[in-house]
């Protein structure tokens, strides 16, 4: 990894400010963040997240800001989002927050947030950072949130030297996947590593209703919640091949953390994770390189589309001086061409800036670059459901509870796609 040396002064300067402008608000934010320190709430505490997030302490502490780590365990951010509100009920907000897209614009609507409107000017916000993330990073056409990256659901991770002694190619279609899985099955190995929570469940689920119904009915059920999509014949079929892929994945699976699921495959003890790409940062951090070690590859049948996220730092609004010098000069390392590059190398995301060379990213990051900003451009780039960009929080969690008990239980497709029809609805009335 490249050593990241910039000043203030030096990103300002890549906005091209007037040097005017350039020169008070660096020193500005000298004076007044100097002995400050940034208290910031998260849910990166695996190797991978907390290297990623560490490049964001490093930067800071060279413009000379303290850091004090807020870590909440829990993948998607499902117990953060708790400790988060309570914060804020008993009047003690950090200093900032890592959220998603939902939940950014619920604090916006409560107006918590300090507006990064300056930020984003100087960095040319608007032109750089696609439309579908600006829908959620801004509100009342303001910018609340700087967009860390772009990671997306609709990967598999494969464990290239399984693939080769069990003579498996590249799946391309959900057929051939599932024949892949029953070779391995069949070899006495786990196929599928699976982590058995419901935010987990939630996401292997998104990529198959993807794969079963394609962007169309994607959008109708997922995003657009229509009734008779949720409840429809496609769905029912959604659950059946769900049912039928949860078949190879082992004994052990409920409860299992994603990252204990990662290591699964990273250690040869499965084939293949269904993840979003915060799995590769796992690889990364074990020394793997993709395309050799392991493989990524578009779960197959999804090919045509990209469902994603977009970790999003909010500011709190605390009315201290201090404390906002600090939130702008955070988003406006979050949002910097070098950050975006070096985050999404740990991360095992891409850059949410659509503007950057992809050169220095990995082969997966490169292919997975290329395919968001082709998708943002052809409206195929959709919101994760089980990631806070397809529906508020509250239809989200209605989704978790049927999946979920869909997956520990024996619940028919059909009954399935019911309640989920009603539990959407009941959640969005
Ligand atoms: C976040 C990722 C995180 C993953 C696992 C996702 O919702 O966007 O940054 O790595 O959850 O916790």
């Not at 997306?152 to 590249?170: H, P, R, Y």
């Not at 690889?283 to 578009?298: I, K, Q, S, V, W």
């Amino acid at each position: 990894m490249r050593a990241m040396t910039t000043t203030p002064s030096q990103r300002l300067a890549r906005g091209l400010l007037p040097l005017t402008l350039m020169l008070s608000t660096a020193t500005f934010a000298q004076d007044a963040t100097s002995g400050g320190e940034v208290e910031v709430l998260n849910w990166w505490t695996s190797g991978g997240e907390a290297k990623a997030l560490g490049a964001l302490k490093d930067e800071l502490a060279d413009d000379g800001i303290g850091w004090q780590n807020m870590p909440v365990a829990g993948g998607a951010g499902t117990n953060a989002m708790a400790v988060l509100r309570s914060r804020i009920t008993s009047n003690n907000p950090p200093t900032a927050a890592q959220v998603l897209g939902y939940d950014a614009q619920d604090w916006a609507d409560r107006d918590a947030l300090s507006s990064l409107d300056d930020v984003a000017e100087a960095g040319n916000w608007d032109e750089v950072f696609p439309q579908p993330i600006q829908r959620f990073a801004k509100s009342d056409g303001h910018w609340i949130a700087a967009p860390f990256e772009i990671h997306s659901t609709n990967w598999v991770w494969a464990n290239t030297s399984m693939m080769e002694a069990l003579g498996i190619e590249q799946p391309e279609t959900w057929d051939d996947f599932i024949a892949s899985l029953k070779t391995a099955q069949e070899a006495g190995h786990t196929g599928l590593a699976y982590g058995g929570q419901p935010w987990q469940d939630a996401t292997v689920f998104e990529n198959v209703v993807l794969a079963t119904g394609g962007a169309d009915f994607y959008r109708q059920a997922m995003i657009d919640l229509d009734p008779e999509a949720l409840d429809s014949d496609t769905m029912v079929e959604s659950f059946e091949n769900f049912r039928e892929l949860l078949q190879y994945k082992d004994d052990n699976s409920p409860g299992r953390d994603w990252n204990l699921a990662t290591a699964m495959v990273i250690n040869g003890d499965a084939l293949y994770q269904i993840m979003g790409d915060w799995a590769k940062g796992e690889f990364l951090n074990a020394d793997l390189t993709p395309g050799e070690d392991f493989m990524c590859f578009r779960t197959p049948g999804t090919q045509e589309a990209v469902t994603f996220n977009s970790d999003l730092m909010i500011m709190f609004d605390t009315g201290d001086e201090q404390q906002q010098s600090m939130q702008r000069t955070m988003a406006e390392i979050i949002g910097s061409p070098e950050f975006q590059i070096t985050f999404s190398q740990f991360k095992g995301s891409v850059p949410a800036r659509n503007d950057l060379p992809s050169d220095e990213l990995d082969a997966c990051a490169q292919r997975g670059y290329e395919q968001a900003k082709a998708a943002a451009d052809s409206d195929t780039l959709l919101g994760s459901m089980a990631h806070g960009y397809a529906a508020p929080a509250s239809v989200k969690n209605a989704v978790f509870d049927i999946v979920s008990s869909f997956v520990n239980g024996n619940m028919p497709s059909d009954v399935a796609a019911e309640q989920l029809a009603m539990a959407v609805q009941g959640a969005s009335s």
